[in-house]
C-alpha cells in the first residue's frame, strides 16, 4: 500500500458526459502528479500540482482540468468524454516540487488508480 | 526530446536471472527509478539510481547505470514466478519532476 488513494476505482461513462476523480496524497506529500495509461499512448504525464499550485503541464486536453485543495487532496476533471479518453488514470504523490534537481530523489508513489471507460 | 526505450517482452525460467534494459536521452536526469505493474494494479516503486552512481543493490534487485551510453538495466536475481509484471523505467524530469516513462516490459516468468 503507497499510502496514496484514489477513487472511484471504476468508473463507466458515456461520450459527452462529465466525471471527476479524486486522488488523496501521502500524508505529508505536498505533490500531486496526475498520469493516464493508455494502450495507444503507455503512460503519459497530464498535471502536477504543488502544495495547492499548478507546477507543470504535460499533454493535457483542454477539457481536462484539475485543482489541489487547501487539505492537499486533488480532483481531476474530464468533461466531453470521448471514447478515446477510456484509460487508467493514476496520481501519484511526493514529498517536494520535484525541481529539486540534485537535493533528493523525490520518489513519486502511486495510487491505485481509476479505470475510466467511456461507452 | 525525452525519450525512454524499453524491449517489450522477456520469458526467462524460475529460478534464473531477468535482466531488464532501458535507454533514455536526457543526459541531465538526475535520477532514474524502477517501476513494476502487476495486473489490474497501480505501479510499485521498485527503486532508484542517483545519476552520480554505477550500480545500487537492494536484496535481489540490482540497478547498473551507463551515463556515458545513457544505459540503464535492472537485474532480478532468482526470478519467482510472483516477479511476473510489467517493468517500468522512468526518467525524472528536474524542470518540474515529471516522470517520463518507457513503453514497459512485461516479464515472464516460467515454472
Known amino acids: 500500500d503507497s499510502g496514496v488513494t484514489q477513487t472511484p476505482k471504476h468508473l463507466i461513462t458515456a461520450t459527452g458526459q462529465r466525471v471527476t476523480l479524486r486522488c488523496s496524497p501521502r500524508?505529508?506529500?505536498?505533490?500531486v502528479y496526475w498520469y493516464q495509461q493508455s494502450l495507444d499512448q503507455g503512460l503519459q504525464f497530464l498535471i502536477q500540482?504543488?502544495?495547492?499550485?499548478?507546477?507543470a503541464k504535460g499533454n493535457i486536453l483542454e477539457r481536462f482540468s484539475a485543482q489541489q485543495f487547501p487539505d492537499l487532496h486533488s480532483e481531476l476533471n474530464l468533461s466531453s468524454l470521448e471514447l478515446g479518453d477510456s484509460a487508467l488514470y493514476f496520481c501519484?504523490?511526493?514529498?517536494?516540487?520535484?525541481?529539486?534537481?540534485?537535493?533528493?530523489?523525490?520518489?513519486?508513489?502511486f495510487g491505485p488508480g481509476t479505470r475510466l471507460t467511456v461507452l | 526530446g525525452e525519450d525512454v526505450e524499453q524491449s517489450l517482452f522477456l520469458s526467462v525460467r524460475e529460478g534464473d536471472s531477468s535482466v531488464i534494459n532501458c535507454t533514455y536521452t536526457?543526459?541531465?536526469?538526475?535520477?532514474l527509478y524502477w517501476y513494476k505493474q502487476e495486473p489490474g494494479a497501480g505501479l510499485q516503486l521498485l527503486t532508484y539510481?542517483?545519476?552520480?552512481?554505477d550500480m545500487k543493490q537492494d536484496q535481489r534487485l540490482t540497478v547498473l547505470l551507463n551515463k556515458k551510453d545513457k544505459h540503464l538495466s535492472l537485474r532480478i536475481a532468482d526470478t519467482q514466478t510472483g516477479d511476473s509484471a510489467i517493468y517500468f523505467c522512468?526518467?525524472?524530469?528536474?524542470?518540474?519532476?515529471?516522470?517520463?516513462f518507457g513503453q514497459g516490459t512485461e516479464l515472464s516468468v516460467k515454472p
Open positions: 539510481i542517483f545519476s552520480n552512481m
Open positions: 500524508s505529508g506529500d505536498l505533490s
Open positions: 501519484a504523490s511526493s514529498a517536494l516540487a520535484g525541481g529539486q534537481g540534485l537535493i533528493a530523489a523525490d520518489t513519486q508513489y
Open positions: 536526457d543526459s541531465s536526469s538526475t535520477y
Open positions: 522512468a526518467e525524472r524530469d528536474n524542470q518540474g519532476g515529471k516522470l517520463i
Open positions: 500540482y504543488y502544495n495547492g499550485e499548478e507546477r
